[in-house]
């Protein structure tokens, strides 16, 4: 299987076309994305998750609102996914100084079997240490196998030291991700629990976002009766 997270900056840049051009050369199994938006005051219009589940056709997609304005616009992440996600679980994390944020948890119907994935964009100022023990405990309650998917926003923590002793780092090269053009920071993680990844790549996208995408080929371990 394939999984892929992605900080799309709304889609703002380039237009949601050079975005699922990008997507869909992956061929991923499980898309995270974030700063998304439905019926957003920025960017395309329309509801950006499900423009880009019809345009990719992918089965199921949860969309998180993180923001809410009067008269129906919101702005969050989302899970595209080509297999079934289920029993979906949204918890607000803690906020003091930034916009809200929340984190998402699903289970992922994939024909192998279930997998537990969550899904989060972190404040990229003082919330994120409020943030990250959250984050760190929701993740000791996933079931094996399990995937973190995100733009966490730091590349050192004290929280994020410790999910990496619970949880295997998909690119141990720690590639940079963040600003596209001239990365010189980490920020965007695919982390997971009873998986083996085979191959993990951040790909040069260009100008279509300020961020790279990731994008991480696994498979579970076969166990030996």
Not at 71 to 98: C, F, I, N
Not at 131 to 159: C, K, Y
Not at 204 to 216: M, R
Request: proline content about 6%; hydrophobic content about 40%; charged content about 25%.
């Amino acid at each position: 299987m394939k999984a892929m997270t992605w900080n799309l900056r709304l889609g703002i840049q380039r237009g949601l076309e050079a975005v699922a051009e990008i997507i869909a050369e992956t061929d991923s199994d499980v898309v995270a994305i974030q700063e998304v938006g439905r019926h957003w005051i920025m960017g395309p219009k329309g509801d950006t998750t499900a423009w880009l589940a019809k345009r990719l056709g992918y089965k199921s997609m949860i969309f998180v609102p993180c923001l809410r304005l009067a008269g129906g616009a919101e702005y969050g992440h989302a899970l595209l996914s080509k297999h079934r996600l289920v029993a979906p679980r949204v918890t607000d994390l803690p906020m003091q100084v930034d916009e809200p944020r929340r984190l998402l948890i699903a289970r992922c119907e994939a024909p192998d079997g279930p997998l537990d994935i969550a899904s989060t964009h972190l404040s990229h100022i003082g919330d994120r240490d409020l943030q990250g023990p959250v984050l760190l405990e929701q993740a000791r309650g996933l079931s094996n196998p399990a995937l973190i998917l995100g733009d966490l926003n730091t590349p050192h923590a004290d929280w994020l030291s410790e999910l990496m002793q619970h949880f295997v780092d998909s690119d141990p090269n720690a590639s940079l991700t963040f600003p596209a053009g001239s990365a010189e920071r980490r920020i965007d993680f695919i982390l997971g629990s009873g998986v083996r990844f085979v191959k993990t790549e951040v790909l040069d996208s260009g100008d279509v976002s300020d961020h790279y995408p990731i994008v991480t080929r696994f498979e579970r371990p076969l166990i030996s009766s």
